[in-house]
């Protein structure tokens, strides 16, 4: 479903000023729905209403009953994606969450997020400042993605790196035909894999990996197709990573860690997806990151697990030709004894969140 921004701001003059909910559905979406869902979007960005956002069964958008005018107009409130544990409520400036990321205005981005996250608002506010246009799922899995975007053209695409993964499995033939230009990864960290891929997908585009917050929205990016991110784009007057590794925002912890090699910092993980084994703390993207590179692994998921005796132990999912047994034998020979996956499974797919990252917590 394609939508150019005109098309969008002319339905936003039929929303009505106030406060209103949308619920978006997990499953289809229909071309009405999708437009009225962007439209109160716009009309948030334009100060006219207070919107909240969350998933349901089905769409549905009702106003929401604010006699004492208490609920800010120009903000949005949606569900934390609950990545690294319980999923909460939070609202922003939608003037404010526009990233500095300048856009083509003759663009048509490929929406590869869950519209309801952080990300998907992000991305959708930044082609509407900027006049592009956007291409979004009936449903948000691998084949419809490929399909919508196929169909629409689409310009540029912005995702998750395990979105980007998937529908590269779900069909690389067709996803190789479309002419993207420029690829933007979000949500989540980018490997040196993920970033290879996508410069496989589409050898001439314009590869970048953004780091975002919930609580700050853009932070930094980086387009030089290497994993991590060079000093000068992290350190700055309003940022700092103190000697634990933690970033600092405006004096506020971010609760993300990263770790200093030579130039780039490289990113470790949050703060409250960190293992706790027996005393000793494991990174699991650290772990993930090593089990990807044994031969005959695709893909691999590593996530805590609460365990009665040690605090934590490591769970692994995998993908790949190789089996379970050999890939515990080979990591016995890769990795010290304690950040070895205590729980390890073969699956077709990795599992991911509604929000298109990898879960870290179980």
């Known amino acids: 479903m394609k939508f150019s921004t005109d098309e969008i701001k002319l339905a936003s003059d039929s929303v009505s000023f106030g406060a209103w909910h949308i619920s978006l559905p997990t499953g289809s979406l229909s071309f009405e729905n ?3 869902f962007l439209s109160h979007v716009l ?9 909240s956002l969350s ?12 006699p004492k005018n208490l609920l800010p107009k120009g903000f949005i409130e949606l569900q ?12 922003f400036s939608a003037e404010s969450r ?4 300048r856009t083509r205005t003759d663009f048509c981005w490929g929406v590869g997020y869950a519209l309801s996250k952080f990300a998907a608002i992000s991305l959708i506010l930044q082609v509407l400042e900027f006049e592009g246009s956007l291409s979004i799922p009936e449903v948000f899995d691998p084949a419809d993605l490929v399909s919508s975007f196929n169909d629409d053209r689409v310009d540029a695409i912005s995702t998750t790196p395990s979105v980007l993964r998937l529908i590269a499995m779900s069909n690389l033939a067709k996803l190789k035909q479309i002419e993207v230009k420029q690829i933007t990864l979000g949500g989540e960290h980018s490997s040196q894999a993920i970033i290879d891929l ?23 990016s980086c387009s030089d197709r290497l994993e991590g991110f060079p000093a000068e784009k992290i350190l700055s007057e309003s940022r700092f990573i103190d000697e634990n590794g933690e970033l600092f925002v405006w004096g506020r912890g971010t609760g993300d860690f990263w770790e200093r090699r030579d130039d ?24 993930e990151k090593l089990v990807a590179k044994v031969p005959g692994v695709d893909d691999a998921r590593v996530f805590v697990v609460k365990n009665s005796l040690l605090g934590h132990v490591l769970g692994l999912e995998f993908s790949g030709t190789i089996e379970k047994n050999e890939l515990r034998l080979a990591l016995r020979h890769l990795l010290p004894k304690i950040q070895i996956p205590q729980l390890i499974q073969k699956v077709e ?7 298109g990252k990898k879960a870290r917590i179980e």
């Open 80 to 91: 934390t994606s609950g990545t690294t544990g319980e999923p909460k409520r939070h609202s």
């Open 349 to 355: 797919i990795i599992t991911m969140g509604s929000s």
């Open 264 to 287: 780039r910092f490289h990113f470790k993980g949050r703060v409250a997806e960190v293992a706790n084994i027996g005393g000793f703390k494991v990174w699991p993207i650290e772990v």
């Open 43 to 51: 009309a948030a960005r334009q100060g006219k209403i207070f919107l």
């Open 198 to 220: 996508a410069i496989d997908l589409w050898p001439s585009a314009s590869v970048t990996h953004v780091y975002a917050t919930t609580e700050d929205g853009f932070l930094f």
């Open 98 to 101: 526009i990233p500095k990321l």
């Open 34 to 36: 999708a437009k009225s």
């Open 55 to 66: 998933e349901a069964t089905g769409f549905d958008c009702n106003p929401i009953s604010d």
